[in-house]
């Protein structure tokens, strides 16, 4: 590989952050074991959790290797302001409404953005774009369905539904921020311009809120801070709950 | 002459290729050895049948196996990894590493003729097909898109009511 140390480096910093918003999503999502509304649906969220983990150790193996360090030491031994994951995937499973409307945001941002990261200058961060994205475009057809079952159910769904859109719409913007680490891989051909997904996605996505009977919230309060480290309170918690063992054991091995 | 072309164009391309890379390949005897290596969670199919094994080459003077996951997160490659050192170990064969290739990407495409006749035989509906596997009705209706693993549905027969698996076309 004809990689300057710079270039290799950056791509190492951004599979990790890539990695960090599918750990923790993967790890809310595991949360409903046990607790779906029916046998059918857990089976589905435990399926989608274990597709957000093989994408999260094939983005930390790629990392680590550039980085020095173990999958297991990316995951379980970086504390909250190491870690780099949108803020959105960390909030609190909520409601089986509020769970559902955060993966449609998600699928739908994913979608198109793991859709360009295959065209990455990087073969294996186009690879595992690649993988990824046949993933999700099979969950967001579920999260579409859901949000139609849910916005056109009962009363109850409806107004479940739209108050979980109401309390997650200030968080999507962090999807299209982009910084100084993503703005030099965009330049080489290496990352996908975040910016230039806002307008398509927002097409798609209002369309579909539309159809639901839902209304789209307006466009007030926004929270980001995720990929510089400042978190909710929330993730300090998520990570104690999915790191014990790794602390209480180090280097326990599976 | 003809009929026989005919043939062929029902297997899709990518199976096509991975069939013709085994036949040509110097390592005949490895792949025939590898067909022991069955699929953890489908346990009739072998990574060949399943297309998992993709590929058995030199590299850096020694066998390189090269395979593919299903999904991302398919918890039964760590498995398969060490069934294909033991199966290789058990041969003499000491000098391999194993690759795990993700592009291009797992599809259904790559299951052989067999795999799918066997997969019905299991009780699980091929992709090419939501028939009942149990009693072949037509009538059958999604319970959920996502089933017992990552790669299959579930689905119920309106003919028998019998539940069964549908490996979904990926
Ligand atoms: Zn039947």
């Not at chain 1, 186009?126 to 949000?147: D, G, V």
């Not at chain 1, 891989?185 to 009977?213: K, S």
């Not at chain 2, 395979?67 to 000098?95: F, N, W």
Request: proline residues 4%.
């Amino acid at each position: 590989m004809s990689q300057s140390p710079a270039l290799a480096n950056d791509l190492g910093l951004f599979a990790r952050r890539l990695g960090d918003d599918a750990l923790v999503l993967g790890q809310r999502l595991c949360e409903w074991c046990s607790n779906a509304p029916m046998l059918e649906e857990e089976l589905a969220i435990a399926n989608i959790a274990l597709d957000y983990l093989g994408r999260a150790r094939m983005c930390y193996a790629y990392a680590g290797e550039i980085l020095g360090q173990t999958e297991d030491h990316l995951a379980f031994l970086r504390d909250a302001k190491d870690m780099e994951n949108l803020l959105v995937v960390e909030l609190p499973r909520g409601d089986f409404a509020f769970s559902c409307v955060r993966q449609f945001l998600i699928d739908e941002f994913e979608v198109l953005y793991f859709s360009g990261l295959k065209q990455s200058a990087e073969p294996q961060i186009a690879a595992i774009a690649e993988k990824t994205f046949k993933e999700i475009s099979y969950h967001q057809r579920r999260s579409r369905h859901w949000l139609r079952r849910l916005g056109l159910g009962t009363p109850e769904s409806q107004q479940r539904t739209q108050v979980a859109l109401d309390s997650l719409w200030g968080y999507c913007q962090e999807f299209f921020l982009m910084d100084h680490l993503e703005n030099r891989l965009c330049q080489t051909g290496h990352a996908v311009d975040r910016a230039g997904l806002t307008q398509t996605w927002q097409a798609a996505v209002l369309a579909h809120i539309a159809a639901c009977n839902l209304v789209v919230p307006e466009d007030g309060w926004a929270a980001k801070g995720g990929r510089q480290g400042v978190h909710t309170e929330h993730l300090g918690h998520l990570l104690a709950e999915m790191q014990v063992i790794q602390r209480s054991y180090p280097g326990l091995n599976w | 002459m003809v009929r026989a072309q005919q043939q062929l164009t029902l297997l899709p391309e990518a199976r096509f290729r991975l069939n013709r890379r085994r036949q040509s390949s110097a390592h005949l005897p490895v792949y025939q050895l590898l067909d022991q290596v069955k699929d953890p969670e489908i346990p009739v199919l072998s990574i060949w049948q399943l297309g998992i094994l993709q590929d058995i080459r030199v590299a850096d003077n020694e066998l390189c196996i090269v395979i593919t996951p299903t999904y991302s997160g398919c918890p039964a490659i760590s498995m398969i990894k060490a069934q294909i050192s033991e199966v290789l170990h058990g041969a003499g064969i000491r000098h391999f590493h194993i690759e795990v290739r993700l592009s291009p990407p797992w599809t259904t495409d790559w299951l052989d003729a067999d795999a799918r006749r066997l997969l019905k035989n299991y009780g699980i509906a091929p992709p090419d097909t939501t028939a009942c596997p149990q009693c072949g009705s037509a009538q059958t209706e999604v319970i959920s898109e996502f089933g017992s693993t990552a790669c299959k549905a579930l689905m119920r027969c309106l003919s028998c009511h019998e539940p069964f698996d549908y490996f979904r076309e990926f």
